[in-house]
């Protein structure tokens, strides 16, 4: 019989410490290439990071992915944000949205996530490359428009355009090629928590 584990602090740690990577992929992402006033990147690619960090670790990686969108990518990036933190609580939403969407699909699903069929494949590529970043792009694109002026189909298209290359080039190679070594750590999440 498998010996079940309670979460301890190591997990604690290990958000922690994805908060920390999370807030600052945000960051680089944002700064090296800005669209939108400072608030969206043209390749974010810290939501590839994000997703595969909330697929291996569960919740854990969730909490990471709002708290370093919301830094790195808000409050720290954005003038708009510093000034309207109450916007930027509701636009990191879009990071939290951007991960949990996969999460409960490949959960649901019983998606392998070492991707060794197809089916796991296209489950991953339809919620963790494609819906994910539709949901997040619409909602970042419409928090923004609260705290700036800004053309939201052109930040919606900006923010979604980005997110698939940079998911659909990073997250099902990781997931296939590490997937096998994170299972084999006592971090790995099999559901959200546990």
Known sequence: MKNVQEPTYSFVIL????????????????????????????????VAFMILFTLWFGAYGAI????????????????????????????????????????????????????????????????????????????????LALAQPVNTGSIFATWLIGNVIVTILIVPLALKYFTPKVRKSKFFVKYYWD
Not at 22 to 35: N, R, Y
Not at 101 to 112: G, N, T
Request: glycine share 8%; charged share 10%; proline share 4%.
């Open 15 to 46: 958000t922690l410490i994805l908060i920390v990577v999370d807030t600052f992929l945000a960051w680089i992402s944002v700064k090296l290439l800005p669209a939108a006033g400072g608030s969206v990147s043209l390749i974010y690619i810290a």
């Open 64 to 143: 990471a992915a709002y708290v370093g969108t919301l830094v790195g990518a808000g409050l720290i990036a954005s003038d708009s944000f510093s000034r309207h933190p109450e916007i930027a609580i509701l636009w990191a939403v879009a990071g939290l949205l951007q991960v949990l969407i996969p999460l409960v699909a490949v959960r649901s699903f019983e998606v392998d996530l070492a991707l060794e069929n197809p089916r796991d494949l296209t489950y991953v590529l339809i919620f963790g490359v494609i819906v994910n970043n539709i949901v997040g792009a619409a909602w970042g694109a419409w928090m």
